[in-house]
């Protein structure tokens, strides 16, 4: 059974920057997808950022773009995502999670709905 366990989360003026990881229980394949996903209060879970391990593309959501990378550790099993020029709209928990796949070399958002491994989550949150 795969655990994912986020760390990096704290609190943060707008225009700051927070480095989040996400440490992996056991070695995970190249044919994984793995992603990172927010929640505010009061909304639906919003897609981050994902990054297809074989290959390493990404894919971002129009928010974060030019704001935040998501990277892999592969040593470390370690996912991590650097979020800079942060503002009080990206206040939320933020989770990691992969999937493997079957086919074809991306990672859209949606891939993540169904048969993924989800961490619990750490919180940001962004003042003005």
């Known amino acids: 059974q795969m655990q994912l366990v986020e760390s990096g989360g704290g609190s943060v003026q707008a225009g700051g920057s927070l480095r989040l990881s996400c440490a992996a229980s056991?070695?995970?394949?190249?044919?994984?997808?793995m992603g990172w996903f927010r929640q505010a209060p009061g909304k639906e879970r919003e897609g981050v950022a994902t990054l297809y391990v074989r290959t390493g593309r990404t894919n971002y959501g129009d928010s974060v773009k030019g704001r935040f990378t998501i990277s892999r550790d592969s040593i470390e099993l370690t996912l991590h995502l650097q979020m800079d020029n942060l503002t009080p709209e990206d206040t939320g928990t933020y989770y990691c999670?992969?999937?493997?796949?079957?086919?074809?070399?991306?990672?859209?958002?949606?891939?993540?709905?169904?048969?993924?491994?989800w961490g619990q989550g750490t919180q940001v949150t962004v003042s003005a």
């Open positions: 999670a992969t999937r493997a796949t079957v086919s074809g070399d991306s990672c859209p958002f949606s891939f993540f709905t169904s048969a993924a491994y």
């Open positions: 056991r070695y995970i394949s190249s044919n994984n997808c």
